[in-house]
């Protein structure tokens, strides 16, 4: 998010930040609680994720470092709109709304930056609304584990993620999910080791999901 500003703009964001640490498991905030800050992930990864009346979880996006969670709050002042859980060590910078005011009055290119970050966020649920509609579960995991492998070039790529947290990012039941993983091992494009998943040819998960070859 702040990538694009003077470095001495990027010290005065630091220096008004607190730094925090979340061990796997813990809740960084839920659905509803007050919007109080933006929270910038130096380490580890968080997931997103919306829960419904009977429970259940529906993942919409799973924060590596450098990306930033909890703008959308930030702009408007409101509650929270999702609950975020920390699905590895993290730590990371809570910059608090009002810390955030001050510095957007004293350096207006700030503002831009925030708003190009919630312009991306708009368009990853986009296409996450269209992959629902237009691809089958199969192709959700296999788009759902192209992204979590990111941009590595390593011939086999860890993602530490289970079963169970993979079909709520996919927007499946956790039998058809494993099915589908058990589908993908027998092609040769992954393999399961306890509660991770190793894959070993993203080229053709990108091609299951339909996604350009790069």
């Known amino acids: 998010m702040f ?22 498991g813990q809740l960084l905030f839920v659905e509803n609680d007050p919007g109080e800050s933006l929270i910038v992930l130096r380490r580890g990864a968080v997931a997103v994720f919306r829960t419904a009346p009977t429970g259940e979880r529906a993942v ?24 975020a859980e920390a699905i590895e060590d993290c730590t990371a910078l809570a910059l608090s709304r009002g810390a955030f005011m001050e510095l957007v009055h004293s350096n207006p290119r700030i503002l831009d930056a925030v708003m190009r970050s919630l312009g991306g966020l708009i368009r990853r649920l986009t296409e996450q609304n269209a992959d629902h509609v237009f691809l089958d579960l199969p192709g959700r995991v296999a788009k759902t584990l192209v992204r979590l492998a990111g941009e590595s070039q390593a011939p086999m790529i860890t993602i530490e993620l289970n079963q169970s947290q993979l079909a709520e990012m996919a927007g499946g039941s956790r039998q058809s999910v494993n099915q589908a993983i058990g589908s993908f091992a027998n092609r040769g494009w992954l393999r399961t080791e306890g509660r991770r998943i190793v894959v070993t040819d993203v080229a053709a998960l990108r091609r299951r999901a339909g996604m350009n070859d790069r």
Do not use: H
Not at 61 to 67: A, G, H, Q, Y
């Open 3 to 24: 990538a694009g500003l003077e470095p001495e703009v990027r010290q005065r964001v630091i220096a008004a930040a607190v730094p925090r640490t979340y061990r796997k």
């Open 60 to 83: 919409l996006s799973v924060i590596r470092p450098p990306d930033v969670l909890g703008e959308v709050s930030l702009l408007d002042a409101s509650t929270r709109s999702a609950s």
